[in-house]
């Protein structure tokens, strides 16, 4: 057979095993979940510690109809509405589709989410937790406000692909209790490593996104551009911060030295941090520098 023909065929026949492969690809199978009784208001909570009402409300819009883009070496990536209108938002969903979707990043049509949803670091989120976020969503006014599409790059494009990095580069985050530690360092172990996800934005990354076992060393090359600081408890202990101080600069975006955060920590200050609980400011300082010892 001639080449020209040839190798035009090959390629056809390598594309369609690859799509049969990557549609084939396994992903989590959905984890039993207790349904329980929410508290919306803990949910709410929940939901700014997370940083959920922070990548999904875009700015001047109504809180979870649908983020601004959020940049990275792949393209741009925007969160979706959230509210409970059953077109636009996830108002259709059942519980248990929402549980899988935010602690294993599998949609209710079974895809993939892309990794900038941390679902990594969901997956230590209790039932609890999830009811008392669902019941949030349900008491959110429902915003008929389509979510935008990814703009992104081939073969980033390719949302199936995610399921082969994910079994090369996932890193679910699993919490245990240290019983030689104090408890609000336990606690901010949790929050840290957890809902928190502070190691999304603190940790190197590689090439294609994977995150380093160099935790919370600070990444140099941030997805979305810029840099940003090790917040390790020797990093975070030169840049003279204290517990009291790190308290402060969480509450209000400024540091020891008076200057004050900017870029996505600044965001993440404006959405987040400033509503949290005084006593959970203390427990994330506690733990990141390393200040709970018995």
């Known amino acids: 057979m001639n080449r020209l023909v040839l190798l035009p065929l090959l390629a056809i026949f390598a ?3 690859g799509t049969i492969v990557l549609e ?34 875009a700015p001047a819009a109504p809180p979870l109809s649908g983020g601004a883009a959020i940049a990275s070496n792949f ?17 259709a969903w059942t519980f248990e589709q929402f549980v899988r979707a935010v602690r294993q990043g599998v949609s209710p049509r079974g895809e993939t989410y892309y990794p900038a949803f941390p ?45 082969v990095w994910r079994s090369l ?8 209790v240290d ?22 934005c603190h940790t190197p990354r590689n090439l294609l996104g994977g995150l380093s076992s160099k935790e919370l060393a600070g990444d140099p090359n941030m997805q979305g551009g810029g840099a940003s600081p090790a917040i390790t408890a020797g990093a975070l202990t030169a840049g003279g911060y204290t517990r009291e101080s ?15 955060f900017g870029g996505s920590m600044a965001e993440v200050v404006h959405g987040s941090t400033k509503f949290l609980l005084e006593q959970h400011l203390v427990d994330m300082a506690t733990f990141l520098l390393d200040l709970g010892k018995k």
Not at 26 to 44: H, M, N, Y
Not at 75 to 89: E, H, L, M, Q
Not at 134 to 155: K, N
């Open 15 to 17: 594309a369609v095993i």
């Open 24 to 57: 084939n690809w396994p992903l989590p199978a959905a984890a039993q979940v207790t349904e329980l009784q929410g508290d919306a208001k803990r949910g709410a909570y929940l939901a700014r510690l997370s940083g959920c009402v922070t990548c999904h409300t």
């Open 75 to 91: 393209g741009s990536f925007r969160a979706p509405n959230i509210t409970p209108d059953p077109v636009a938002g996830i108002g």
């Open 119 to 163: 679902f990594e670091f969901y997956a230590t989120l209790t039932d609890q937790d999830m009811a008392d976020l669902w019941a949030a969503v349900q008491a959110t006014p429902s915003v008929d406000r389509p979510s935008e599409g990814h703009d992104l790059r081939f073969p980033f494009n390719v949302r199936a692909a995610v399921k």
């Open 169 to 176: 580069f996932e890193r679910t985050a699993d919490y245990e």
């Open 179 to 200: 019983a030689s530690r104090t408890s609000e360092w336990n606690r901010g172990k949790y929050l840290v490593e957890g809902p928190a996800h502070c190691a999304a």
């Open 246 to 260: 790190l308290v402060q600069a969480l509450r209000t975006g400024v540091t020891p030295n008076g200057d004050v």
